[in-house]
């Protein structure tokens, strides 16, 4: 499967598992719901999650390459974020997507670490 189908993957169960772990901290106010997930899941808290990884060598060499092959694939990103973050963002989504169809503990793993890292940082996940 080339990286952006696995970023289509990706970007679709971990947007599935940052809902999961909202709901579970008893939040039910859909407007509410939906800022707390932009924190998790925009393309800037993706691509600082990733960088994270990467830093903290909480990836092996495999998983970089399955990150690189997403990142690779994509284009020239969106009007809304520079193309660095949306390459980061997209090599993301891809190795989540790899991961959730062959090693979904490992997937699930990872994105446990991910969304402990937003949610423990000053980091707000916004948009550029």
Do not use: C
Request: aromatic share 10%; glycine share 8%.
């Amino acid at each position: 499967m080339n990286g952006l189908t696995l970023a289509y993957i990706g970007d679709a169960y971990y947007e599935l598992k940052v809902r999961m772990y909202l709901i579970d901290k008893k939040l039910t106010h859909v407007n509410d719901l939906h800022k707390q997930a932009i924190r998790f899941t925009s393309g800037t808290a993706q691509a600082k999650i990733m960088e994270f990884f990467i830093e903290s060598s909480l990836i092996s060499e495999d998983e970089v390459d399955l990150f690189k092959r997403g990142r690779n694939a994509s284009g020239p990103g969106r009007k809304n974020i520079d193309a660095k973050t949306y390459h980061l963002a997209t090599g993301f989504e891809s190795l989540v997507g790899f991961l959730y169809m062959n090693q979904k503990d490992r997937a699930d793993e990872l994105i446990v670490l991910g969304i402990n890292y937003i949610e423990k940082g000053d980091f707000n996940g916004k948009s550029s």
